[in-house]
């Protein structure tokens, strides 16, 4: 629009030019008016010249603006290009995020049920251990109660009279025989078989009995020599009531006649 009015005020300018320069009628300029007329049309020129320079100025600055306006609009779509291609990369980055995020939860997943199958299985090995763990007692006990027994014997020698004590043992099952007192407890009813074995030294006779609460069930007899030991035993196999003891006690001792090394006493359940 602003390009039109300049053209035409450009032609319009020089039509009045061509006036001025002689290009008008002869008729025209050679009457009185004429001059004037020249005159006016001069100061016309003048004034459009310096509108159409104005214009002009005001078509450049536009001009201008209208670049400037260029340039920040291509910046503008430049960073908006710019920004859609961060929005892009960010939108697949985090699309990758969200697909390893998904990956790790169904990893996660999978550690708990692996966890809870992993728990399953110690709970059910802790309970067998406890199981086996309890049937192995229950069979200790078992084979202790159902077999009951024991072997002492005295290490140097042991002269006292009364109950015979054989300090140590090679076998005490089911701890019923006491090495404190030479006593053996039954803990249950049943068929028990003993053997005492007595070693004598000295000169004379010696008898040891073999008893059941009290009740002689057996005895062994020895008669060393000067320099010779003797040796007794016996073995005897008694029907034995629950809580029943049984011990040897020296019976009869002809002179000062000492048991020695070789004295064992051994009793043990046959059957209950």
Partial sequence: ?????????????????????????????????????????AQLVVELDKRVNDLQTKVNALETEKHDYIVKNTQLETEVLTQRLKQESLQRMFQQQNASLMSLKTEVDVCRTLSFQLNDSLQNLTDGHEKLKSNLDIVKTHVHQEKPGFTAYVDGSFDATGTVILPH??????????????????????????????????????????????????????????????????FSVHHIEKGSKVWAKNAYDSGDIELRGKTTLSGFLISS
């Fill in 169 to 234: 043992v090679y076998s005490n099952f089911g701890s019923l025989y006491d090495p404190n007192t030479g006593v053996f407890t039954a803990d249950r009813s049943g068929l028990y078989g003993f053997y005492l074995g007595i070693e004598c030294v000295d000169t004379g006779t010696k008898i040891v009995d073999l008893v059941r609460d009290g009740s002689l069930i057996g005895h062994a007899v020895c008669f060393p020599q000067a320099g010779l030991a003797s040796f007794g035993s016996t």
């Fill in 1 to 41: 629009m602003i390009f039109s009015v300049v053209l035409v005020t450009a032609v319009f300018v020089q039509a009045i030019s061509g006036l001025l320069n002689g290009n008008v009628h002869t008729d025209t300029t050679r009457s009185p008016d004429g001059a004037v007329f020249h005159q006016t049309l």
